[in-house]
């Protein structure tokens, strides 16, 4: 079965760039019908959804981040990435990597914890 890893900094000073990489094993990024996602969960809040690139190598983003947020992937390393632009504490999360299938099925990593502060 599927497993995803998440890895990067756990320390993002603010106004930097978060960068986090989810590396799968068990499967191919590149097969159809799935879609390759990051969630987050602030301290005391719920999940909210970031945004994911699809098999086919398209992106799609959450509105309220899009204009700061990049996915993308390198399918030579079974990998994708997460890219957030000019963090503020606010910033701060678990982020999640998962698989979304075109039933709605979730398969996740365990998270990382990213902590945004100078």
């Known amino acids: 079965q599927v497993q995803l890893q998440e890895s990067g900094p756990g320390l993002v000073k603010p106004s930097q760039t978060l960068s986090l990489t989810c590396t799968v094993s068990?499967?191919?990024?590149?097969?159809?019908?799935?879609?390759w996602s990051w969630i987050r969960q602030p301290p005391g809040k719920g999940l909210e959804w970031i945004g994911y690139?699809?098999?086919?190598?398209?992106?799609y983003y959450n509105p309220s981040l899009k204009s700061r947020t990049s996915i993308s992937w390198d399918t030579s390393k079974n990998q994708f990435t997460l890219q957030l632009r000019s963090v503020t504490p606010e910033d701060t999360a678990v982020y999640y990597c998962?698989?979304?299938?075109?039933?709605?099925?979730?398969?996740w990593g365990q998270g990382t914890q990213v902590t945004v502060s100078s």
């Open positions: 998962a698989r979304l299938t075109e039933l709605s099925q979730l398969d």
């Open positions: 068990g499967g191919s990024i590149t097969t159809n019908s799935y879609y």
């Open positions: 690139i699809s098999y086919g190598g398209n992106s």
